[in-house]
């Protein structure tokens, strides 16, 4: 099973200015708590995203015709600012490395989110992306 973390943005990581030398600790407490999962196999990726005005999203009509919307967005807690990728055996070990997360932020609230990723077991076979009722 795979899971995606990923960090909340946050005012700070929309800023974009760069970390200061109180991230320090964290950097290397992210950087060992990532070594981590990669020498117990778990690690497929992970990186810090940019902030939204370095980004766009594309919205469709209901007929499918795309519209580009460029950044930055407004509501930073709705935004993704990284995520680190796992391919874990199930949900409590997806939850055991979750809870060891460090706080990806310094001094300030901020929170983390979990997801599965939709694997090709959860769909009907023939790869027609139709969802299993089964």
Do not use: N
């Not at 967005?73 to 990284?82: R, S, V």
């Amino acid at each position: 099973m795979r899971f995606m973390i990923q960090v909340r943005a946050t005012a700070v990581s929309e800023r974009g200015d760069p970390p200061g030398p109180e991230y320090a600790k964290l950097f290397e407490e992210m950087g060992a708590f990532h070594g981590e999962m990669a020498r117990a196999g778990v690690l497929l990726d992970g990186a810090g995203l940019r902030p939204s005005r370095d980004g766009w999203r594309q919205r469709y009509d209901a007929d499918g015709r795309p519209e580009v919307i460029d950044g930055p967005f407004a509501e930073a807690k709705e935004l993704i600012a990284g995520y680190t990728l796992i391919q874990v055996r199930d949900e409590e070990e997806a939850r055991a490395w979750a809870s060891r997360f460090p706080a990806p932020f310094v001094g300030i609230a901020c929170e983390i989110e979990v997801r599965r990723l939709y694997e090709d077991a959860d769909f009907a076979p023939g790869g027609d992306m139709a969802i299993r009722t089964a």
